[in-house]
């Protein structure tokens, strides 16, 4: 088992920057990969980047690419993901994930954060 907890959501302004942390525990995430999704009201859960947690290769969805960047610091067991350039169409509620797979499918992602709110005012 895995557990995620995200952190670091808000209320900022259109143009704005915003990191979130995911916090993993439990069983280790070597041979995985940690994946943020977001999901807005009415809408679909979306990927947004992953991160191969043994050497750090990554993974961005459209949406977020060139305005975004997921990092992982090993030693803390915690994933991040900088938004830069952040727009109203931005705001959902984020959440991270772990999976044994390369992919961007959240219905591959096994474990589950609870979530954390970006809302972004224009």
């Known amino acids: 088992q895995v557990q995620l907890v995200e952190s670091g959501g808000g209320l900022v302004q259109a143009g704005g920057s915003l990191r979130l942390s995911c916090a993993a525990s439990?069983?280790?995430?070597?041979?995985?990969?940690v994946g943020w999704f977001r999901q807005a009201p009415g809408k679909e859960r979306e990927f947004v980047a992953a991160i191969r947690w043994t050497y750090g290769d990554t993974l961005y969805g459209d949406s977020v690419k060139g305005r975004s960047t997921i990092s992982r610091d090993t030693a803390k067991n915690t994933v991040y993901l900088q938004m830069d350039s952040l727009k109203p169409e931005d705001t959902a509620v984020y959440y991270c994930?772990?999976?044994?797979?390369?992919?961007?499918?959240?219905?591959?992602?096994?474990?589950w954060g609870q979530g954390t709110q970006v809302t972004v005012s224009s």
């Open positions: 439990g069983r280790t995430l070597r041979s995985s990969y």
């Open positions: 994930a772990a999976t044994a797979l390369w992919t961007a499918s959240a219905s591959q992602y096994a474990y």
